[in-house]
């Protein structure tokens, strides 16, 4: 195996290592089964498949923007986009503020979009991986929003 490919590897067991860890211990529990949900409101068994698919696209994004320039600003706008996605579930399922958790998911929202149009121009291939990733992010705001509204 090469170093590239070690590499790769490394980023997806730890994006989704961590993405799955992170879900696993912030489940939504009885707090979130209480909530009055939107119609649109998925099934609970949709999140786990749906992010750990993401976690992959996202994982390989980064690697490949991290082979072009590790320190730039659009590998700073990968982990800041990171952090908040590792943010919002403790923030919401933990603390059970869904108010914050709006302004988390925005933000991250706002990061993947940035992220989007800095790849864009130099690594199409990094930016599209992050689209099916901006549009679910964009859903789970908008129900995040309508859990806010309605409860």
């Not at 090469?2 to 009885?30: E, Q, W």
């Not at 958790?101 to 291939?125: H, N, P, S, Y």
Request: glycine letters at 6%; zero cysteines; hydrophobic letters at 60%.
């Amino acid at each position: 195996m090469t170093a590239r490919h070690r590499s790769l590897l490394l980023f997806v067991v730890l994006v989704v290592g961590a993405g799955l860890a992170l879900g696993a211990s912030n489940l939504p529990g009885a707090w979130y089964g209480s909530l009055q949900k939107p119609s649109f409101n998925p099934p609970n068994w949709v999140f786990a498949p749906t992010w750990t698919v993401l976690y992959v696209l996202i994982a390989v994004a980064g690697w490949r923007t991290y082979l072009r320039d590790a320190h730039g600003a659009p590998m700073q706008l990968w982990f800041a986009q990171m952090l908040l996605n590792f943010a919002w579930s403790p923030v919401v399922f933990r603390l059970h503020a869904l108010a914050l958790g709006l302004a988390v998911i925005l933000t991250m929202l706002a990061t993947i979009v940035g992220f989007i149009a800095l790849r864009w121009k130099e690594d199409r291939i990094a930016a599209a991986l992050f689209i099916p990733y901006a549009a679910w992010v964009a859903f789970a705001a908008l129900l995040n929003y309508s859990l806010l509204r309605l409860n």
